[in-house]
């Protein structure tokens, strides 16, 4: 049996096997913190940073750091909560997000992500309104880029879980984004079962279900009903489980 | 002595007047409303200029032609207060989605070919497309309301509700950031 470890987050304090995360370590301690490229099932690889929290006053990602016996740590702090709300208004003038006609609106993880942030008010970042590729041509699964984040969710949904290596990321800074393994979508091996397009692994609407859209209507989604992370803050189960 | 009056403009740039519904659907608060403020220039009173200073402005829509740009413009000059409201105004909303073709060689000829004459649905045999010198001159692409003029708050939604309305305005009548609920942020 692994040792257990003791720490607090904000004051409150979290028990812990050693070699655990920070997150997974405060998931099961009903304590959410705010993440958009972790998700359930999937290897954390803290590249969004919205997880940023200060591990004895260091600033880390919540989903990759290990907790410390005896750690100090700042989640939900003033300073702590402006750099989320800056890493998320980022992701928002970086892609072409217009929520209004995007499918994903009301089940998207970064809208709802910006809800619970309380983002009302405008960023002083420019609008990129970058120029990028759809990909409709496979018969059940549709790419918009305009929505993508970088987030790597599908990269390692589909490599880890599918054993497929359909997405990985290309190019460098400004330039990244998601490749696929062929020219198309539809010169691929995907198809509408593999684990990389099932609902929650895209936390936005770049990866789009054909014949599926607006099933569920607009005001009766997902974030329409609940603050996202509530499931994790009320022990509930994990925050990628719809209600039953 | 009483505090006196706000008074409210408000306009529609290149949006669908959705918001200007969604106020309207205020319905008996729109009375409570009209006992605290004024409106000066605005389409629900069919006012086309401003009689005098306000204390806030509420813009729907961006700026898609020239004379959206030139009323932003107007408000500006003739408001305390300037606020965006809806998506539009926000991110330029639906009409910006034309600046995701700016790849094109000639995008705003490729816009306007597609609307009128290569689109399966559009029916126009002589291959018109509008130009009366009365109609405005559409712009290279859409702006949103921040990229033209400096904008003081925003009121996401789209529409915002008239919930949102309420407590927005509530708070700029009384000289207050329009605070919303976490409850009440909107983007769609």
Known sequence: MSRRIHFTVDGQSVEADDGQSIMEACDAAGIYIPRLCDAEALVPQGSCRVCVVKLNGHTVAAC?????????????????????????????????????????????????????????QDAPYPYLQPVRPLDASHPDIALDTNRCILCGRCIR?????DGKHLFE???????????????TLAETDATIDDYAFSAGVCPVGCIIRKHEGYEVPIDERRFNKQVIGSRIEAKLLDDNEEEA | MSARRKRIATTSLAGCFGCHMSLLDLDEHLFDLLAKVDFDRSP?????????????????????????????REFREHCDVLVAVGQCAITGGVPVMRNSIMHAEDPLRECLEVAYNASKTVQNPQNLIPNDPV???????????????????QIPGCPPSAEVFRIALDALIHGAPPQLDHALIRYD
């Open chain 1, 64 to 120: 990759t750091q290990p907790a410390e016996d005896r750690a100090h740590i700042e989640s939900d702090t003033h300073e702590i909560r402006s750099y989320r709300r800056d890493l998320v208004r980022m992701l928002f003038h970086e892609g072409n997000h217009l929520c209004p006609v995007c499918e994903a609106s009301g089940q998207c993880e970064l809208q709802a992500m910006a809800y619970r942030l309380g983002i009302s």
């Open chain 1, 157 to 161: 949904a589909s490599r880890d879980v």
């Open chain 1, 169 to 183: 990321y290309v190019g460098r800074g400004i330039h990244k984004r998601i490749g696929i393994s062929a020219a």
């Open chain 2, 44 to 72: 629900l009173n069919d006012k086309k200029t401003f009689t005098r200073r306000c204390d806030i402005g509420l813009i729907e829509g961006g700026c898609c032609n020239e004379e959206n740009v030139r009323v932003l």
């Open chain 2, 135 to 153: 109609l405005p001159l559409l712009l290279d692409k859409v702006y949103t309301c921040a990229q033209v003029v400096k904008v003081d708050y």
